[in-house]
């Protein structure tokens, strides 16, 4: 399965044409089959891992007097919306794709969630 939401311009005007993969001649244009589905995967930091960024945040939030703060760890948040109505399948390719680019899995953890 490959995204490519917001990768390339769109090229046509066509409704059920979402957008031209110019460089796929095999697969050269991503048709809006009406099924959609929408996951998220959320990328965190292993615990252990040093997080200068979220003590950075946590910093910043002190000083504008937000009280009540313990610590900070930041992370990533991807909204992505997938074609196809196969949950499993959907989740199994979001995994890979984690797996592959989406989390650096020797300090990150990530979490898929498939809604339908």
Known sequence: MTFFR???KPRTRNPDILYEIPDR???????????KM??????TLK????????????????SLGVEGIASVR????FD????????????AA?????DRLLA???IENYRVEVTG
Do not use: S, W
């Open 104 to 106: 650096n899995t020797v």
């Open 74 to 77: 930041q992370g990533k948040v």
């Open 6 to 8: 917001g990768a390339a």
């Open 38 to 43: 929408k996951a998220r995967v959320t990328v």
């Open 47 to 62: 615990n252990g891992i040093l997080d200068p960024q979220g003590k950075a945040i946590e910093g910043a939030l002190k």
């Open 80 to 91: 992505i919306e997938l074609a196809g109505a196969d949950k499993a399948k959907a989740e």
């Open 94 to 98: 979001l995994k890979e794709a984690a």
């Open 25 to 35: 001649p095999a697969a050269r244009f991503v048709r809006n089959d009406g099924d």
